[in-house]
């Protein structure tokens, strides 16, 4: 799903912000990606969103090559992932139900069928009875996992989540961490980025762990 | 279906980042439809600034459809001359009234002439005392001094053909003098060429004005929805669909302008309307104010809502390279 070939990245020409990052994700599986905050982790997620080129090494993803992917390809290729935000990155000028089908009103699905789509997501994330409800109204754990229905509503083959558990108290952030699992119990190919690492233990995935902008752990948490 | 089939239908999909055919037409009908009433709703709910944008637009169209008003009507009063723009062929004192009658003729049969008005010398001295109101000092004269002479009108009311057709006439026998005046002809066309350059340099100046307004407005909306077009752009937008609701609000904002400059034609043409028409009377002409006909509305509105699109895809284009997401 995921390969890393001899992938550096520098900002500026000096800060180097990853170096010789070798790694391979398999179809359906998941993995978490820790390290201090600088250590490199938000750079590689953007590597995969497409967000920026490697300086060096390829990155491949679904198949595709990344550097040689063409720039009017770039938004069908972002399609294809649901990204979840530290800070859930939601409207606040439209309800929860809006907010969750934007990925579908973007690729311009059938308001019959969008409808249908965001209503599961809701569900699946236990906030159907909210959809009416305005991102403002609702309490922290819940506009991330509104965060976390429109990052699947599309269905995507990946799903990269970015510090989604930052903001939370440790029930919240095993709820999410079990929503995830359930996303991927169903096919999903699950990235989370964190360094909440006693959560992390306790879950029981492989963990990438990156430290200066190196890799340097990759197996289960110990 | 299960999630899992369903799941497995978009892994296969995600083989390869096309656009999806599937409908494709009628999402992009119906994104189109959306964007086009939010923007207008956007613009609703935020009437002041919305009207003073419109307003700038509206000034900015009307001195230059209102040159082209005027210039209109200068072509009005230049079709007229060109009418009346005829040579008077004077004829030998010792021509008399038959030979008068075949020179008449043989002017008449001259290329470059489309019609002759012999005026004899008995006619000439009649109309010469009634526009002059000199009958009682002619009526002393003993003989009659003026020639017979026929009004020509040339084809061609062009001033190098007119000079032309003069000298032709010149040269028959029998033939005194040929009259015409085409300097101030001459000067008159000038003067329109002039005022259709300086029309053209207004409307493109104020058209780079419109421009300019509906690109400083789109730009500030680019702004304040800054937030929105990171997260859309992250979720896979294409430019395309990031910049249409800006191009609507553009294309709102020249419209309205459009409208507004219309509104206020017709009122200030309306103002103007009685005291022109009283100027007019004075001077003992009949005189009415051009006003824009339907085709011209249309163009105008059409024009305007063009310049405003055209103004807000400068202004999105630009900035929104500047906007990536974090």
Redesign the interface.
């Known amino acids: 799903m995921i390969a890393f070939e001899h992938v550096g990245k520098r900002y500026g020409g000096r800060f180097e912000a990853l170096a010789d990052i070798n790694f391979r994700v398999e ?1 359906g599986e998941m993995l978490f990606l820790t390290g201090h905050s600088g250590a490199g982790k938000s750079s590689l997620l953007r590597l995969i ?1 497409r ?1 920026e080129r490697p300086s060096r090494g390829r990155v491949l993803v ?3 090559d990344l550097d040689r ?1 063409h720039i ?2 770039v ?6 992932i649901g ?1 979840v935000f530290q800070d859930h ?1 939601l ?1 606040f ?1 439209r309800d929860i139900f809006a907010n969750v089908a ?2 579908l ?7 019959i069928d969008a409808g249908r789509r965001v209503r599961a997501a809701l569900d699946k994330v236990g906030l159907l009875h909210r959809e009416r409800a305005l991102p403002i109204e609702l309490s922290t754990g819940e506009q991330q996992r509104v965060g976390i229905a ?1 990052a699947v509503v ?4 990946l799903l990269l989540a970015d510090e989604p558990t930052g903001n939370l108290d440790p029930q919240l952030s095993a709820d999410i961490m079990r929503l995830f699992e359930d996303f991927n119990r ?3 190919t699950v990235l989370v980025a964190s360094h909440d690492l006693a959560l992390i233990a306790r879950l029981r995935h492989r963990v990438l762990k990156l430290r200066d902008g190196r890799l340097v752990g990759d197996g289960e948490a110990a | 279906m299960s ?2 089939q ?3 239908a ?2 296969r ?3 390869k ?4 055919s599937s ?2 037409g ?3 009908l ?2 189109h439809r959306a964007m086009m009433s939010d923007s207008a709703l956007r613009l609703v709910r935020r009437p002041i600034s919305t009207l003073l944008t419109m307003l700038a637009i509206a000034i900015a169209l009307i001195l230059p459809a209102g040159l082209w008003l005027a210039l209109d009507s200068a072509r009005l009063v230049d079709a007229e001359l060109d009418e009346s723009a005829t040579l008077t062929v004077y004829f030998d004192a010792d021509v008399d009234e038959s030979r008068a009658m075949s020179l008449a003729t043989e002017v008449g049969e001259q290329s470059g002439v489309a019609g002759t008005r012999l005026v004899t010398a008995a006619e000439g001295l009649a109309e010469f005392q009634q526009t002059l109101g000199v009958e009682d000092a002619l009526s002393q004269l003993d003989t009659n001094p003026l020639p017979a002479s026929v009004v020509v009108t040339p084809y061609n009311t062009d001033p190098a053909a007119v000079q032309s057709l003069s000298q032709r006439l010149q040269t028959l026998d029998g033939v005194d003098e040929v009259r015409l005046d085409l300097a101030w002809l001459d000067r008159l066309q000038q003067l329109a060429a002039v005022g259709q350059r300086v029309a053209l340099a207004l409307a493109l100046l104020f058209g780079l004005g419109v421009l300019l307004v509906v690109g400083n407005t789109v730009r500030l909306a680019v702004e304040s929805r800054r ?2 077009i ?10 395309a ?1 990031v910049r249409r609701p800006f191009l609507y609000s553009g294309a709102w904002y020249g419209l309205g302008g459009g409208v507004l400059a219309l509104v206020m034609l017709v009122v200030g043409g309306n103002w103007l309307a009685s005291p022109v028409a009283a100027l007019a009377e004075s001077y003992g002409a009949q005189f009415a104010l051009p006003s824009l006909g339907t085709t011209h509305s249309a163009f105008l509105l059409l024009f305007s809502t063009l310049l405003g699109w055209l103004g807000a895809w400068l202004a999105v284009g630009r900035h929104l390279a500047d906007i ?2 974090r």
Do not use: C
């Open positions: 179809r969103m967000l679904a198949g595709h992917l009017s390809q938004p069908y290729y972002r399609r294809q990204v990155q409207l000028d934007l990925p009103t973007i690729q311009g699905v059938e308001p429109r599309n269905k995507p083959a169903i096919g999903t | 999630e899992r369903s799941t497995g978009s892994r999909g995600a083989q980042p096309t656009r999806r409908g494709g009628r999402a992009w119906r994104h937030q929105e990171e997260v859309v752009t992250l979720i896979g937008a294409t430019h669909f990536k997401p």
